[in-house]
């Protein structure tokens, strides 16, 4: 058996757990128990679930706890302390957009952005965003930064 098939996952909803093999639209995070120490557990603050299923993907394979959130109002609603922040600075949305949520968290843990185009970059900077990684290109070194983060 790999390790791979020895993870036990469990997605869980707002309202309930659901099976693994639940439609993508009911998942909301991801949470990978590895019957080991407990990772340290990543938010990602993404609306869409496409591209929230990958990096909850990628964070979970750099053993990782990913916790998907489409928007966050208060980190002590989450029950958890997440030991950073991952999200996507973007203005494609037509309501608030998920970066806002960092303006309104005070206290708040190290926080990764990725951006696409210069107006994002300068609002992660803005925002004082800890890493600012550019797609496509840098969002291979997501999980580097995190452990640097992480294990800083």
């Not at 990782?64 to 609603?77: I, Q, S, W």
């Not at 900077?125 to 800083?152: E, N, Y």
């Amino acid at each position: 058996m790999t390790s791979r098939e020895r993870r036990r996952y469990l997605i869980w909803n707002a309202r309930a757990p659901v099976p693994v093999d639940s439609p993508s639209e009911e998942r909301q995070s991801l949470f990978v128990a590895t019957g080991e120490h407990m990772p340290a557990t990543i938010l990602i603050i993404e609306p869409r679930p496409e591209v929230a299923n990958a990096l909850g993907d990628v964070i979970a394979t750099a053993h990782y706890l990913p916790v998907v959130r489409p928007y966050v109002d208060n980190l002590a609603d989450l029950g958890l302390s997440p030991a950073a922040i991952v999200l996507r600075v973007s203005f494609d949305s037509l309501s608030d957009p998920p970066h806002a949520a960092l303006e309104r968290l005070h206290v708040r843990p190290p926080v990764i952005a990725i951006v696409c185009e210069e107006d994002e970059f300068v609002e992660a900077q803005r925002l004082k965003c800890d890493v600012i990684l550019r797609a496509p290109g840098d969002v291979s070194r997501l999980c580097d930064a995190l452990a640097a983060i992480v294990h800083a």
